[in-house]
T-cell receptor
Framework: NAGVTQTPKFQVLKTGQSMTLQCAQDMNHNSMYWYRQDPGMGLRLIYY???????DKGEVPNGYNVSRLNKREFSLRLESAAPSQTSVYFC?????????????FGEGSWLTVV | GQQLNQSPQSMFIQEGEDVSMNCTSSSIFNTWLWYKQEPGEGPVLLIALYKAGELTSNGRLTAQFGITRKDSFLNISASIPSDVGIYFC???????????FGTGTRLKVLA
């Protein structure tokens, strides 16, 4: 009953450090997403991958890179972390049901950049 | 980026009361989704709607896909303390991979 699994749960980085957030889904979904959630801002899309082998920018892609490693895994990399990237990050995957599409979220990764 | 207009932003209610919240958009959607998020957790899917006018229940929760396809409603009946959390709506337009999210309704239930 894993669904969408993301690691790490918590991370503290120093400004300028790099790190990768890992995400895997076991629902055989084609599409995967990375969002950030900040107080009062709702969920903002960073990058998404409509299908294996493709990635596209969302509304706040600056400072991030992504890799769709295979159908299951979609990672988010911060090359040089900045305090403005302090946020909660959610990975999600989307697939079709008999009725239509649905998106499911991981439990979140709390990132603090000092 | 685009966000859905979700109201109210917050609600303080007494246990046992019914709750109503809604989301509106300037665009037509073919999918409306409702989520609940508790502190320290990710959003959890409550109800999915795929047809205009559709009314779907999940226990004490009932959601409707608006006839105009530009809005959706969530009702919670006989609220209990564990209903506390943030409720989000999300919409998806036909032929796109992106989902648009509301800014959330923060619900607090007073016992």
């Amino acid at each position: 009953n894993a669904g969408v699994t993301q690691t790490p749960k918590f991370q503290v980085l120093k400004t300028g450090q790099s790190m990768t957030l890992q995400c895997a889904q076991d629902m055989n979904h084609n599409s995967m997403y990375w969002y950030r959630q900040d107080p009062g801002m709702g969920l903002r899309l960073i990058y998404y991958s409509a299908s294996e082998g493709t990635t596209d920018k969302g509304e706040v892609p600056n400072g991030y890179n992504v890799s769709r490693l295979n159908k299951r895994e979609f990672s988010l990399r911060l090359e040089s972390a900045a305090p403005s990237q302090t946020s909660v990050y959610f990975c999600a995957s989307s697939g079709a049901t008999l009725s239509g599409n649905t998106i499911y979220f991981g439990e979140g990764s709390w990132l603090t950049v000092v | 980026g685009q966000q859905l207009n979700q109201s109210p932003q917050s609600m303080f209610i007494q246990e046992g009361e019914d709750v109503s919240m809604n989301c509106t958009s300037s665009s037509i959607f073919n999918t409306w989704l409702w989520y609940k998020q508790e502190p320290g957790e990710g959003p959890v899917l409550l109800i999915a709607l795929y047809k205009a006018g559709e009314l779907t229940s999940n226990g004490r929760l009932t959601a409707q896909f608006g006839i105009t396809r530009k809005d959706s409603f969530l009702n919670i009946s006989a609220s209990i303390p564990s209903d506390v959390g943030i409720y989000f709506c999300a919409g998806q337009r036909r032929g796109t991979y992106k989902y648009i999210f509301g800014t959330g309704t923060r619900l607090k239930v007073l016992a």
